[in-house]
């Protein structure tokens, strides 16, 4: 997604989680605790993936997008699918989007990556933090003042 910033990938902390868990130092139990309510988002707002569970290993995992933000209001902390984020994307200013890999088998669940979406990212690609460069602020004080002294 074009607006999509500050990315945090947890990559890295997932792979620790799962090496404690070969291990035998974490136990299934502690790892295989995703709530009803985030089961029932993987159905039916989840994006099937092609990754399988690293736990059962039967199954393959499913990516839940959760948002977050000031403008949402009452949407705050829902499931969307990962269709719909473009359009609030462009609809709102700036949200939060996390990410969680699920396993509707064996309750695996893991944050998987976080990042910010919404219209202040244009501003930020487009000029720096949306501000006008020198050279276009002085190419449009000249337009204007060509078209006022023509209108003279």
């Not at 502690?30 to 059962?56: I, M, Q, W």
């Not at 949402?72 to 829902?78: H, N, T, Y």
């Not at 699920?102 to 501000?131: F, M, P």
Request: net charge positive; aromatic share 8%; with cysteine.
């Amino acid at each position: 997604m074009r607006t999509q910033r500050r990315i945090v990938d947890y990559s890295l902390q997932r792979r620790a989680l799962l090496r404690e868990f070969y291990a035998g130092r974490v136990g299934t139990y502690e790892v295989c605790d995703a709530s009803p309510y985030l089961k029932n988002a993987a159905r039916f707002h989840g994006e099937p993936t092609e990754v399988r569970c690293p736990v059962c290993r039967r199954e393959n995992v499913t990516l839940v997008h959760y948002i977050y933000g000031d403008e949402l209001k009452q949407s705050a902390g829902q499931a969307r699918k990962r269709a719909e984020l473009p359009v609030l994307a462009m609809t709102l200013r700036e949200f939060q989007v996390y990410v969680v890999e699920v396993c509707r088998g064996c309750d695996w669940n893991h944050l998987v990556e976080q990042y910010v979406l919404g219209r202040d990212g244009l501003a930020v690609e487009e000029g720096g933090d949306g501000a006008v460069s020198a050279s276009a602020a002085a190419g449009a004080a000249g337009a204007t003042k060509r078209r006022h002294e023509a209108g003279r």
